[in-house]
């Protein structure tokens, strides 16, 4: 009896070493660095999370995995439902699970500013590397990293770009935009409608849109609409835009409304065109989704069938052939973790001061272009680094219409032009 008594005793004591190790050390096999993808689960932007991720660590694990120090170590990734769509609050709590049960080394993901503050602040409390891979707001980072060094060190931003650079975008395209109807229709002063999500992130683009259209494009803001990210009907806001004589609508949603919004302002042929940020037209099934009605549809995106650099259409190419859809933003998952790995892999440990030292010099190609992080560990937005692109729905087809050929001196291969709806052309002509 004593002798069973001590072997328990002995058990007991050795499944307690390797519980007090994480889950690093396997019985069998090499080490796993644990890696938590956290977003919206149920939706796309947390589907791409992990597709994203999913390719990365089988295309590292299947080369040998990440070397550390004199050892080899293989990527095991942790899905973290952040549920932040639905109910932002739930996001800190899953992200504090993750840390202190599932003994997460690093965290990947982001997209609802409501959520992602709080799961960013948890992380900096636990020290852990955390690389935004879906939010844009540029105060998850300013005000943070630059005031508070020492706490948001661990903070990175690998896509999308900052919501300043994603207007400047907006703005080219409105421009260009305003120019083509000013030439056709004869119009000296243009009028805009902003409908845009009520959601924390986009208050500044609105805030910016309504200061610089009229000060900067010589264009009127009708009107601010807001309808809620799920609203599945959007009838009195478009009708309203309509009666606001908006030629141009300035959109701005992230959610399911964009949906809405798309299929509705075909089906009642607003004569208006629409652009800006619209995150379920970067889906392959938004033509299906809209029935045909999102054509002309206009949106800034991150990955398209255009060739920014050598690694761009493979990326794209092995993305739809895996999932049947193209790549979200959030799908840059997949690059946060090949930066994240060849971090680890100059600093030769999972220390995250010392892998923080290695991710500041990142500068990389890859399929957005040449990332390098700026000295709050954001995205160098321009024409030598990453620009982002803008997508346009064309009878079907999702093609790349932005940067315009010769823009800051770049010429992607792949870029289509744009197109202002006909209808829009024609209820103004005639009128």
Known sequence: MRRVTCLLLVAVLVGSLFGASGCRKQAVGPPTIKIGIAGPMAFIQGEHHWAGATMAMEEINAAGGVQVGGE?????????????????????????????VDKVDFLIGGFRTEGVFPMTEVAMDHQKIFMIAGAATNELLVGRVDTNYDRYKYLFRVTPIRSTDLAKICFEMLGYTGAILRQVLGAQRLRVAILAEQLQWNEALIAGAQQMLPALLGMDVVGVWRPSATATDVTAELTAIKAAGAHIIFQINSGPVGITCARQWGELEIPAVMQGINVE????????ATRGYGNYETTLNTYGRVSINE????????FVERFGEAPAYTAGAHQAIEILVA????AGTLDSDAVVAELEKTDVIGPTGRLVFD?????TWGPAHVTGIVTQWQDGEMVVVWPF?????LNYEGIKPYAIPPRVIQYWMSR
Request: glycine fraction near 6%; hydrophobic fraction near 45%; charged fraction near 20%.
């Open 72 to 100: 080899k170590w293989l990527i095991e990734l942790v899905k973290i439902d952040t549920n932040e769509i639905l109910s932002p609050e739930d996001a800190a709590t899953a992200v504090e699970r993750a840390i202190t």
């Open 281 to 288: 037209a970067q889906k392959l099934g938004f033509w299906q």
């Open 311 to 318: 690694t761009t259409m493979p990326f794209y190419n092995a």
């Open 343 to 346: 971090a680890i892999e100059r």
């Open 375 to 379: 000295a709050l560990h954001d995205v």
């Open 405 to 409: 050929p010769g823009w800051q001196g």
